[in-house]
Every structure is written in structure tokens, then in C-alpha cells.
């Protein structure tokens, strides 16, 4: 779980989704999860940081084009954010 004021919630969903999405943040939540996740007001356990650390970039970046194919544009066409 991650805390934010003081409530315990899950939002690696959303810093996942954020960082598929958003290719800056994607490089700053793979280089240093924990910082990324307070930009945002969030607080990720030491667990889940030692975690989000051992992710392959390379391999979350695969992840990122293999979709990009499936959906025939880039993911940042369809983002939100």
C-alpha cells in the first residue's frame, strides 16, 4: 500500500499507468521510484521502491512498443496526461 495523508491507498496502479503513459516520468520512476512517487504527493513503502527498482528499463520499454504496436499509435496520441 502506499500512504498519503496518514490513509493507506493503492496507487501503484496509477504511478504504473502514469508512467507507461508518460515517457518522462516513466524515466524518472525507473531511476528513482520513491522520488517520483512524492512529486506526487505519494509515499511507496521501502518494499515496494527495492521492488519498482529491480524493473528492467529495457524491458518496460519493450512493454511500451509492443502496445504502441497493438494500437497502431504512439501511447502520449492517447494519453490524458
Given at each position: 500500500?502506499?500512504?498519503?495523508?496518514?490513509?493507506?491507498?493503492?496507487?501503484?496502479?496509477?504511478l504504473?499507468?502514469?508512467?507507461?503513459?508518460?515517457?518522462?516520468?516513466?524515466?524518472?520512476?525507473?531511476?528513482?521510484?520513491?522520488?517520483?512517487?512524492?512529486?506526487?504527493?505519494?509515499?511507496?513503502?521501502?518494499?515496494?521502491?527495492?521492488?519498482?527498482?529491480?524493473?528492467?528499463?529495457?524491458?518496460?520499454?519493450?512493454?511500451?512498443?509492443?502496445?504502441?504496436?497493438?494500437?497502431?499509435?504512439?501511447?502520449?496520441?492517447?494519453?490524458?496526461w
Open positions: 500500500m502506499i500512504e498519503q495523508e496518514g490513509h493507506e491507498l493503492n496507487f501503484l496502479p496509477y504504473a499507468g502514469r508512467a507507461f503513459l508518460d515517457p518522462t516520468f516513466r524515466e524518472q520512476f525507473l531511476n528513482n521510484p520513491g522520488y517520483a512517487a512524492r512529486q506526487l504527493g505519494l509515499h511507496l513503502t521501502e518494499s515496494q521502491i527495492e521492488h519498482l527498482k529491480a524493473l528492467d528499463p529495457a524491458e518496460v520499454e519493450g512493454w511500451v512498443d509492443q502496445f504502441e504496436g497493438f494500437a497502431g499509435q504512439p501511447i502520449m496520441a492517447m494519453s490524458a
